[in-house]
């Protein structure tokens, strides 16, 4: 018998002790993996699943913990899988974010550059020290 269960997604969960289920999104770190967990562990919270006291994102893996006193972990999994079928599914995977924007200027040999990275107008002053002479 395996230890894992696979999903229709081709992620693998197993069991952790007797409470966290972890999910194995991807084998390799890559953006697209990293954002199915974010979409994944968004779709588990908001299905709001009794027993569920945690939901821990990591790049491309989850965990999940379940509080054997309300549910078994067990009980939980098809759960994970019907979600993992749904957001399969789909052809475009939604996150809600949202970008900050923030100005950092930088003297160097008294010149000033600004890199405007984002847009909130805070300017943080910094003190950049460059030695390029060899020792």
Known sequence: MSTYTQF???SQAS???DEFIFVEVATDMDLEATLRVIALTDAVSSS?????TDICPAHVSYMVRVDPDIRDPREVLPILEEIHKRKAQESKLVIESRIIEMPISIRIRGH????CALGI????????T??????
């Open 112 to 115: 000033m550059m600004f890199l």
């Open 15 to 17: 069991f952790g002790g």
């Open 121 to 128: 107008d805070i300017k943080i002053p910094m003190r950049v």
């Open 130 to 135: 460059l030695n390029t002479a060899l020792a």
């Open 48 to 52: 709001e699943i009794s027993g569920v």
């Open 8 to 10: 229709v997604d081709g």
